[in-house]
């Protein structure tokens, strides 16, 4: 995972994730990384999300 980067849920279509990434990109100037799990990723997939903050560490 990019260390300047966020978290961001990754939706089965898409469609809000390609809308929303731009902007995130310009108003934060960083990239977001989408982690799958729809809306709840804690509780969707606690393990994967872990592991991903702790990249976010190294």
Same mark, same amino acid.
């Given at each position: ?11 089965? *279509?898409?469609?809000? *994730? ?25 509780? *969707? ?14």
């Amino acid at each position: 995972m990019n260390p300047t980067a966020r978290p961001h849920e990754r939706t089965p *279509s898409r469609t809000t *994730s390609q809308r929303n990434q731009p902007a995130t990109r310009q108003a934060l100037r960083i990239n977001a990384d989408e982690v799958p799990g729809g809306h709840l990723v804690a509780l *969707s997939r606690p393990v994967d999300l872990a592991d991903g903050l702790i990249e976010y560490l190294r």
